[in-house]
Nanobody, 125 residues
């Protein structure tokens, strides 16, 4: 699966951004999707995941209530709506595809098979 993330940029604290990740290579509805992020000097961390149908989602505690993952299978795209952004949200955000069988969502990077190139989100205070 090829993944292309976009939508990052510079935003002030309290602002919003919406990230998009366009997928190609396999039928989009066949696999779950996730978002991860990596801040300078830190390990990659889980942000959110969504099942193949979009019926199940999972958000990290650090973003719960502020970020929302969604997908449009007709457009082969997964989104991450980010509201009330904080400086600590500054990171490179990656989308990833989980090609395993099953209908659940997963929150470990090693469980994802294909990754996009990342898009930088910078939140100024």
């Amino acid at each position: 699966v090829q993944l292309q993330a976009s939508g990052g940029g510079l935003v002030q604290a309290g602002g919003s951004l919406r990230l998009s990740c366009a997928a190609s290579g396999r039928p989009f509805s066949f696999y779950a999707m996730g978002w991860f992020r990596q801040a300078p000097g830190k390990e990659r961390e889980f942000v959110a995941a969504i099942s193949r149908s979009g019926g199940s989602t999972l958000h990290a505690d650090s973003v719960k209530g502020r970020f929302t993952i969604s997908r449009d299978n007709a457009k082969n795209t997964v989104y991450l709506q980010m509201n009330s952004l904080k400086p600590e949200d500054t990171a490179v955000y990656y989308c990833a595809a989980d090609l395993r069988l099953g209908t659940g969502v997963r929150n470990h990077a090693y469980e994802y098979d294909d990754w996009g190139q990342g898009t930088l989100v910078t939140v100024s205070s």
